[in-house]
């Protein structure tokens, strides 16, 4: 199809059209692509970051730009940036980023914040730390941090050796501490911590149960969940955790004992039976009917399956009745009774 005449020559020239032959799309893709490299050119992979440019300020490259240009900063511009509220999460997450030491002040910048009042920005901190362990020159504030009064600097420091591969008993006592605070992430990270280390150290397997047994409410139960992430077969713990005043406590022991499954005894039956039945907590009924499933044989008429057939036809507590019911599915249909030709006597 002929092209709109410009008015000039009849024609488009040379100039404007450079190679007649080629095919419009092929022309735009090749552009397309062409500033795609350079704009990623200047944007992403960019040599050093201009005197005038704040590599720590890209609210639309994220912290990606910042990552690809702190290493052309100089250690007073990147403390700078750890010391400007609006700045410091960015230079937190390129300077985790960044390969090689921390100099002495950044070092101090990072640590003092591993207690700020902001979650994500000591989250940030403590894994900037790790770039920080194992350098003689920072090992002894680290190891001073990990037995701080103060539980999120001693928290943050156990994060970064943790991060860096280090799992001394110093690290997990530090960790086996934080399953105290009330931040539910911080808990379970630690608890990660702590169940990994309790095979390989008989030892501190000891002070997780004492923290089981005699620890606060949040302590408490994230020390029988390690204990039952590690396969430690803490029956009695378990069956303790039954006569707490917190649900939560109340709830990990039932898990203990549903990890222990058919190892748990008459005993610990009768004691879910009482939870199932009794409890006030409408969560630990449901975890009670569940726990039943795992740790007894409800094949036939026993104490656990009356008890379960009758939380089954709960029409009040519509969970606790599906919960029951799903315990009772895991055994199939329950096994007739045979009988002796002498009517009402057994056999066997």
Known sequence: MPREDTGDSGHES??????????????????????WGRYHARTIAPAAAPDNVDPFRAPSRSARYACRVVSSQSET???????????????????????????????????????????TTRRLAAGALAAAVGDPAHDCALRAGLASNDPLQSWGVCFAFASA?????????????????DDGDVRWAAAEIVAAAIPGDDGFARA???????????????????LRDAGVPAIQLYLDALDATDPGVKLAGLAGLQRCGRECRADSVVRVITCLRADTDCGVRRAAAATLGRITDLSVDTPARAALDEAAANLKDRDLARAARQALAMHGPRSPVTRSPVKGVPNG
């Open 165 to 181: 591969g280090e799992s001394g008993r110093e690290v997990c006592l530090a960790a086996l501490r934080a399953l105290e605070l």
């Open 77 to 119: 511009r990147i403390v700078d940036a750890l010391a400007d509220a609006a700045r410091r999460d960015q230079a937190l997450v390129a300077l985790s980023a960044r390969s090689g030491r921390l100099e002495a002040a950044a070092f101090d910048a990072v640590f003092a914040l591993l207690t700020v009042a902001t979650k």
């Open 14 to 35: 040379e100039a404007e059209n450079p190679d007649p032959g080629k095919p419009e799309g092929a022309r735009k893709l090749f552009g397309w692509l062409y500033g």
């Open 208 to 226: 997780v149960g004492e923290t089981a047994s005699a620890g606060g409410a949040n302590a408490r139960k994230m020390a029988l969940y390690c």
